[in-house]
């Protein structure tokens, strides 16, 4: 399916730049086609509406929360699918972000599906009706229990089911990015609490699968695609299953080393969930005493296997069985339920458990791929950066060096080190783009800094051959990309080749003497160093001038100053002056000068350590670019 059509009104903008401007809620609405498609554009959507809002700054999206956003998710997914299921027919959606109401203490999120068959029950069936209250099914019941009130609506043509979710309150900055994966978790048994069939009531899965099973395979999608761990992958398809689908659940990871057909020996226990907690350690040590006999040929589908140990015999034996997690023709892994009471798990189950493996394993095999780079990032990002700062007689120094990807290798690095008798020299970069690309030039620039400064290049002489050895190191890659292009029939050079190798730059020159510290730098294309006086006066130290790597021939020059004892130059990446919220960058009004005079008196290390925090508390969201500052304060 292509981009969701999007009708967004002009009220929104204007509320946003106007918050005591009274006008009508944010609205957004979009059609869908009735096909499996619309659920997943449709949870898409509704995120995409509520980060919209946020950014905006939306005067009722204040109190929106990640929590808030994955019971929209959930609820929307669960009524397109309905619409889907049992109308048929294209679907149209409306979200709206309402204020206080009359009567009401806080905002509400409003989510409506419509369809265009009324004449279709929700969620109903070719059964005649029982006496009392009506089941409509697990659809209504997960909006029943996410919503504070819901309704359905009919008019000539269609029938709208609607709902209303309360917007309360702002989630804590520092929990953003510390308690990521806890969430994770915490959704998955949040959804498997809301949709699960209820405990012992087995009569009902094969209805709750019938009416439930699309729902649920899309959510549990959307959480394991989400995960680059193998163990919380393991982890969260036990939250998934029990009690939902099965009584416990265990999985094993294999490297594909010792597997074999006699069992599971090789293979590691990562994950036992029990609807009992108490009775979790109980099964993981019969299920290491004796793993199941899962045979090759099994393949991935359901394979029966005997109720384990006798240490389960406190309660009803029962059926278990065995799923093989395969991915691009290897073995990945085993998962095993079981659940107590069953001579067999019904067909609708067993279909349903192997489709939910099979996404089990793809979510395993991206996260051991995740993990593999990962692991080849951070080499990688060791061997560019230096393994220490060289220590400078009479300055103190003070860093920060936060890559946004923390797995792999930011565009921005540092440098300190000696240049010969008397002289040590630094360095702080950033790179156009991020990832390998930002390696190549990282790795090219960063040595060739410290020869042509052992060498005895002056600053200014520096960023001349480093600007020109970019420069040709650029046309060499485009000629090979326009090789390559050439040998596959294709013409010129992809719109995406690496052909430039922009670099902005801030290098200086320290010579230490008594009482102070003398200072040469020469500043490309980077946000300009600062120094601050030992009173708190702060003053820029440098002119700009162009990128490295941009204009052929280009000529650098350096400006030289002393930096006296107790004062201050502070050497900042652009992740730090353009750190946004809202329409607003961190440095808007010399916002890093007034951070930096506020420090007066903190050693280098302090100085750092405040303006790091500073700007990490600029904005409730994530930095979304590497940071990275360089202190140096004169003794």
């Known amino acids: 399916m292509g981009s969701i059509p999007m009708q967004r009104e002009a009220d929104i903008r204007a509320s946003a730049t106007d918050p005591g401007r009274p006008g009508p809620p944010a609205v957004v609405r979009t059609s869908l086609p009735g096909n499996p498609l619309a659920p997943a554009a449709a949870r898409r959507f509704v995120r995409a509406a509520l980060a919209d809002w946020t950014e905006l700054g939306v005067p009722a999206a204040a109190g929106i929360t990640d929590r808030l956003a994955d019971d929209a998710v959930l609820l929307v ?39 265009h068959h009324p004449s ?26 996410l919503s504070e009130s819901w309704g359905i609506t009919y008019r000539t043509g269609t029938k709208s089911v609607w709902a209303r979710l309360p917007v309360e309150g702002v989630q804590a900055v520092h929990e953003i990015e510390s308690y990521a994966s806890e969430q994770a978790l915490q959704r998955g048994l949040r959804a498997a609490e809301i949709l699960a069939p209820l405990p012992n009531q087995a009569s009902q899965d094969t209805d709750w699968v019938n009416r439930g099973a699309l729902s649920f395979l ?41 597997h074999n057909s006699v069992g599971l020996q090789g293979a590691r226990l990562a994950r036992v969930w029990h609807t009992s907690e108490h009775r979790i350690e109980e099964l993981r040590r019969v299920l290491e005493k004796e793993p199941p006999h899962v045979p090759d040929t099994a393949g991935s589908g359901a394979f029966p296997l005997p109720w384990p140990g006798e240490a389960l015999t406190g309660g009803p034996a029962g059926a278990a069985l065995a799923y093989r997690l395969t991915a691009g023709g290897r073995v990945l892994g085993t998962l095993v339920i079981g659940r107590s009471g069953l001579v067999r798990f019904p067909d609708e189950v067993t279909g349903l458990v192997e489709d939910f493996s099979r996404r089990v394993a793809l979510a395993i095999s991206t996260a051991r791929r995740y993990q593999r780079q990962a692991n080849i990032s951070q080499v990688l990002q060791r061997g560019l950066l230096p393994s220490k700062v060289a220590d400078i007689p009479g300055v103190e120094s003070g860093l920060v060096y936060e890559p946004q990807d923390k797995g792999g290798p930011g565009g921005d690095f540092y440098d300190v080190f000696q240049a010969g008798d008397g002289r040590w020299c ?30 005895g290049y002056q600053v200014a002489e520096v960023m001349d051959r480093l600007n020109q050895l970019l420069l040709d190191d650029a046309t060499e890659a485009a000629d090979a990309a326009a090789a390559v292009v050439a040998v596959a029939g294709g013409q010129g050079v992809p719109p995406d080749s690496p052909t430039s190798r922009f670099l902005s730059l801030l290098y200086g020159e320290i010579v230490p003497y008594e009482g102070g510290v003398r200072v040469t730098l020469a500043c490309a294309g980077h946000p300009l160093p600062l120094v601050m006086s030992a009173a708190g006066e702060v003053r820029e130290a440098a002119t700009p001038q162009m990128l490295l790597g941009v204009v052929d021939d280009e000529t650098y020059t350096s400006e030289s100053f002393d930096l006296r004892s107790g004062e201050t130059l502070l050497c900042v990446t652009d992740g730090v002056t353009e750190r946004r919220t809202g329409r607003r960058q961190f440095d808007d009004g010399d916002g890093l000068a007034k951070a930096l005079s506020g420090c007066a008196g903190l050693d280098a290390q302090l100085v750092a350590e405040r303006i790091r925090r500073l700007v990490h508390e600029f904005s409730e969201r994530p930095p979304d670019d590497d940071l990275a500052l360089l202190v140096l304060r004169a003794r």
């Open 77 to 115: 997914s669960e009524l397109v699918t309905n619409a889907v299921v049992h109308a048929g027919t294209a679907v149209e959606l409306m979200c709206r972000l309402d204020d206080v109401l009359p009567g009401e203490l806080t905002e509400t999120l409003l989510i409506e599906v419509a369809d």
């Open 120 to 145: 279709r029950a929700v969620r109903g069936d070719h059964r005649p009706p029982s006496l009392g209250t009506p089941e409509y099914g697990r659809g209504l019941h997960l909006v029943a229990t």
């Open 218 to 258: 899309a959510e549990a999608s959307d959480l394991l695609a989400g995960q680059f761990d193998q163990d919380l992958v393991a982890a969260l398809a036990g939250q998934l299953l029990v009690p939902r689908l099965a009584d416990w659940c265990a999985v094993w990871l294999d490297d594909g080393t010792a």
């Open 426 to 455: 630094f360095a702080l970069g950033d790179v156009q783009g991020k990832g390998p690309e930002a390696a190549v030039v990282i790795g090219l620039a960063r040595p060739w800094l410290r020869l042509l400064a052992r060498e």
